[in-house]
């Protein structure tokens, strides 16, 4: 059974541009957060997407999108990127309502760079 | 702001003695708290929490502690082993509401044990 993967493994872009990351949850699994680390911190909670809908957001501006597909895997996307938004992009997938909080798997991560 | 705090960026311990990992929050509203290792290239992995309605949970050689009055929780590993050497990231969340789901990370401590 595979975890929880994302795609791409590591990206550079230039400031200003567009990004689409992805994620496949575990199987079985149909809520999938996202969570921005970076560098020396702990993750950051994005948001958490359930039945193709965002249900939670944390602190992080309009230029942070996302979208859930019927399959549960998900995307991130972020516009008019900025340096500050080079980190490791994490995606936890779980069943949530039904088997709790700790139960959240992650994925190894996306690493962007903006240059 | 920053609701959960590790103080400790780093703890050095010699195998088969007894880590001591830090952790403090300030929102009274987290009840459910959570310890997760990390590896280089690879996401977060759950190691072991508490609900707020405990103040101690053991699994093997691991042990956390929540002081609810102190607003603080520890993770003790006795004893270290070398393969214990990671990134320790302590988080917090809700088990009900609006936030149910969403974790709140500490910053990380980063343990060694050497042989």
């Known amino acids: 059974d595979a975890g929880v993967t994302q795609s791409p493994t590591h990206l550079i872009k230039t400031r200003g541009q567009q990004v689409t990351l992805r994620c496949s949850p575990k199987?079985?699994?149909?809520?999938v957060s996202w969570y921005q680390q970076a560098l020396g911190q702990g993750p950051q909670f994005i948001f958490q997407y359930y039945e193709e809908e965002e249900r939670q957001r944390g602190n992080f501006p309009d230029r942070f999108s996302g979208h859930q597909f019927p399959n549960y895997s998900s995307e991130l996307n972020v516009n008019a990127l900025l340096l500050g938004d080079s980190a490791l992009y994490l995606c936890?997938?779980?069943?949530?309502?039904?088997?709790?909080?700790?139960?959240?798997?992650f994925g190894p991560g996306t690493r962007l760079l903006v240059l | 702001d920053q609701q959960v705090k590790q103080n400790s960026p780093s703890l050095s311990v010699q195998e088969g003695r007894i880590s001591i990992l830090n952790c403090d929050y300030t929102n009274s509203m987290f009840d459910y708290f959570l310890w997760y290792k990390k590896y280089p290239a690879e996401g977060p992995t759950f190691l072991i929490s508490i609900s707020s309605i405990k103040d101690k949970n053991e699994d093997g050689r691991f042990t956390v502690f929540l002081n609810k009055s102190a607003k603080h929780l520890s993770l003790h590993i006795v004893p270290s082993q070398p393969g214990d050497s990671a990134v320790y990231f302590c988080a917090a969340s809700r088990r009900s509401g609006t936030s149910y789901g969403k974790l709140t990370f500490g910053q990380g401590t980063i343990l060694t044990v050497h042989p």
């Open positions: 936890a997938s779980s069943f949530l309502r039904v088997a709790g909080v700790k139960t959240q798997y």
């Open positions: 199987s079985g699994h149909d809520t």
